[in-house]
């Protein structure tokens, strides 16, 4: 890629990583149309006056070494052919060859004035150490991985511009000195002008400073800056002198996905603004210095320098998450955002990188309890939350290796006791700790996203399957297959597209899909799930409300949703032979259905006489132990094959 012909500046950009995704993932946020941050533009009209008018677009040379050495040589040969790069984002680790700082050593020695950005996802080395190993710092930066990929572009921009600026004005100093030399009668108004223009020199390498170490949105400090700080921190805390302790909290603000999703992003970043505003305030009365940074994304985070004890942390992060109960105004709307705080105390003994870390771990498990409060980090925390963090890093390459698989219960008709259809239940195979249940795991995966991918596989698997089945033991009722939906899934705006798009891949009649709903979920937004409903049922699709009897419904709107099934829940079935009121619970249930046009089924049939007693009240359709537990499609055929029965005298 070349640069467009209005930037001859020096965008050249050396990558040195030792793994081929890093350099795709630069090249994908580099090599797009980039806009300069605002910063740059301030910064040019402040240099070169209104008329200086900023490119449309950045556009970088983008070249790659997978080790050390190899980097070297690239920048030699730059070097050689008068091309030099103007940065490097290097890796800490690159085995077996030279790690990232022997790397940047020897790249320094060929090239002093490359801008270099060390990229890592360790805590090898503390910044104190690198500082003190390479002995500068004007032309160094610490970026985490992951890397938010709007801080990389904002290194990329501002620190090319940095080495085209220190370049235009090393020639300018040049000029004047030989200007000096050759007149040296006005030796005193060449000074003056020498002073004006490093001044000038200096005030733009402070602005280039200012932008890598802020956030362009909130102009609070970025990770960089606030990682010094936190170093700086943990320094003075070693000291004899030292009489107060400091604090670290981690915010993470609940939901804003969701709330960014549905408003959009220009509202989700006025949102973002707002909450930095609103934290700025509340720590305005907080007794001892502290500093406010975004991380990026919806994170911030707050280091107390001084605190007697972990009340002082405690009653500080209480007070911020008094401070986001009241609702902000966006988009002209009220938006509720809550905080998750984590605190983590100061410990002379471990780095900022560690600290940050404990922090991040007590935010989550914050989050874990229910959202909007605080908790304090201690290491059984950290053993919990890092097998949780396990499960989630298992869970989201679990379905591209084949470790789901679906295991089918019967369905069956109350009265002939002949199987209607099936339900499609999911089961993770772990490698490690064998068939899990979905209780285990399905909330985690809607917690991180992988419910909509996990819940299509689901579903297309199973219409395939009952299909098969229909195919290969015909019967004059085709069998159904009924399949869990998530309220994530019903939120996708092309859901009820890609069910009619799965239907017709599959060759599944489509009033042979039924999908349940719960309770719950369809209550959450009512207006929403109706629509959801109606579209599926228009298709031809079956819906059932599933766990009917545990939620909130009111009774008084359940005709307005469009079902054809309640399915009611065992907890119900369980005790309606020992509580003549879950009995009469039930009769109510299936009379309501009846005069509302809808089906009955009830789950968790277990024994004869709950069976004699749905009989007795008139139940559609049951599922249970009773007739079968969960088996996998292997088992299926056989089970139809022989038309199997269930004595209703059983």
Not at 201 to 225: E, I, K, M, W
Request: charged letters at 25%.
């Amino acid at each position: 890629m070349t640069s467009p012909i209005h930037d001859t500046r020096n965008r050249r950009i050396l990558i040195v990583d030792d793994t081929r995704a890093i350099h795709d993932d630069f090249r994908k946020i580099l090599c797009a149309d980039l806009r300069p941050p605002d910063a740059l533009d301030n910064l040019r009209a402040t240099l070169f006056g209104a008329s200086g008018r900023a490119p449309e677009a950045v556009r970088f040379v983008i070249e790659s070494a997978f080790q050390g050495e190899e980097a070297a040589a690239k920048v030699k040969a730059a070097l050689d052919a008068a091309e030099p790069y103007a940065m490097a984002f290097v890796d800490m680790r690159m085995p077996p060859g030279w790690d990232g700082l022997e790397t940047i050593e020897h790249l320094w020695r060929l090239d002093p004035r490359l801008e270099i950005v060390i990229c890592t996802a360790y805590s090898d080395h503390s910044w104190e150490g690198i500082l003190q190993r390479l002995g500068r710092t004007d032309q160094l930066l610490l970026l985490k991985k992951p890397f938010d990929n709007t801080e990389v572009s904002q290194l990329a921009c501002a620190l090319t511009e940095k080495w085209h600026l220190a370049r235009k004005a090393d020639r300018h100093l040049s000029d004047l000195e030989a200007e000096v030399k050759r007149r040296t009668g006005e030796l005193a108004t060449k000074a003056t002008q020498l002073e004006r223009e490093m001044a000038d020199r200096n005030l733009a390498q402070d602005r280039l400073r200012y932008s890598a170490t802020h956030d362009a949105l909130t102009g609070l400090p970025n990770r960089v800056a606030f990682l010094e700080a936190l170093s700086a921190e943990v320094s003075r805390s070693e000291g004899p002198e030292c009489e107060s302790n400091f604090a670290v909290l981690f915010l993470d603000m609940d939901n804003f996905k969701t709330i960014n999703d549905s408003l959009g992003h220009g509202s989700g970043d006025e949102l973002l603004v707002l909450a930095a505003g609103r934290l700025t305030e509340a720590l305005a009365t907080f007794p001892g210095g502290t500093m406010l940074a975004r991380l990026g994304g919806d994170e911030f985070v707050i280091l107390l320098k001084s605190v007697r004890s972990v009340a002082d942390a405690e009653a500080a992060a209480d007070g911020v998450r008094q401070e986001f109960q009241r609702p902000f105004g966006v988009s002209n709307q009220e938006v509720a955002a809550s905080m998750s705080i984590g605190i983590a105390m100061g410990d002379s003994r471990k780095n900022a990188d560690t600290l940050l870390r404990n922090a991040d771990t007590a935010m989550y498990r914050a989050k874990l309890a229910g959202k909007a409060r605080f908790a304090v980090f201690d290491e059984v925390m950290h053993a919990e939350v890092s097998r949780r963090l396990e499960l989630e890093n298992s869970l989201r390459v679990a379905l591209e290796r084949g470790q789901f698989v679906i295991e089918y219960q019967p369905i069956v008709f109350i009265d002939t006791a002949r199987i209607r259809g099936f339900e499609a239940l999911v089961r993770w195979s772990h490698p490690a700790r064998g068939l899990l249940g979905p209780a285990e795991f399905i909330p985690v995966a809607e917690e991180i996203g992988m419910i909509v991918p996990l819940g299509r596989w689901v579903m297309e698997t199973a219409c395939r399957q009952i299909h098969q089945w229909n195919l290969s033991v015909p019967s004059d009722q085709p069998l159904s297959i009924s399949v869990n939906i998530s309220r994530r899934q019903l939120r996708e705006p092309q859901f009820v597209a890609d069910v009619a798009q799965l239907l017709a891949d599959t060759g599944l009649p489509e009033r042979l899909l039924h999908l349940e709903i719960t309770e719950s979920a369809i209550m959450e937004d009512v207006e929403v799930m109706i629509g959801v409903m109606q579209r599926l049922r228009d298709l031809g699709v079956a819906v059932e409300m599933d766990d009917f009897g545990t939620g909130h419904s009111s009774l008084s709107c359940l005709h307005q949703f469009p079902l054809d099934t309640l399915k009611i829940d065992r907890s119900f079935i369980a005790t309606m032979g020992t509580d003549r009121k879950y009995a009469a619970i039930v009769q109510a249930i299936v009379t309501l259905a009846d005069t509302l046009g809808m089906k009955v089924l009830a789950e968790g049939i277990e024994t004869p006489d709950q069976l004699r007693q749905l009989l007795a009240l008139k139940c559609h359709y049951g599922q249970g132990f009773l007739f079968s537990p969960p088996v996998s499609a292997s088992n299926v055929p056989a089970m139809l094959r022989t038309n199997l029965q269930f004595s209703k005298a059983a």
